[in-house]
């Protein structure tokens, strides 16, 4: 699929900004459980594919699902509500084409999902439930490429 050659570090609050307003414009709301969750899987489709990180930013194991604390803390204001769309709409997101397009199938395939549905899936994997009983509740990017590899 992607080439690591040509792959930059996302941004993880532009990367956060492209996944809201995907979701706006498939007028689907999105709050920040939801955001926090397709980081998640965002995150170990990069791993999978590429065998890159795809932002540098940690994913830490919260009880209700992963979380990226910045991005979680970032939205927050929204509480369960959904998030409303950016006001700089313009920005774009700066990445190689293959990594865009990435990018743009993993978020479009799990916008299908419902929210319990992509909860119960992401509590049943190894890498979050492993995580939730560590000090630290990060979910290592290491962990994260050995379940889905």
């Avoid at 803390?73 to 084409?97: C, F, H, M, V, W």
Wanted: hydrophobic share 40%.
């Amino acid at each position: 699929m992607g080439n690591p050659d040509d792959h930059i570090k996302l941004d993880v609050f532009d990367l956060s900004e492209y996944i809201i307003k995907f979701y706006h414009k498939i007028e689907k709301p999105i709050n920040n459980n939801r955001l926090n969750n397709v980081l998640y899987f965002v995150q170990a489709y990069f791993l999978m594919q590429i065998d890159e990180v795809c932002f540098i930013d940690d994913i830490v194991a919260r009880e209700y699902g992963p979380v990226v604390p910045a991005v979680y803390t970032k939205y927050s204001q929204y509480g369960i509500d959904p998030i409303p769309l950016p006001k700089n709409t313009e920005k774009l997101l700066e990445a190689s084409r293959s990594d865009a397009q990435l990018l743009f199938e993993v978020v479009d395939f799990t916008s299908e999902w419902t929210n319990s549905a992509m909860m119960n899936l992401i509590h049943d994997q190894r890498p979050y439930r492993h995580a939730l009983n560590t000090h630290s509740r990060i979910i290592a990017p290491a962990k994260l490429k050995k379940y889905f590899g």
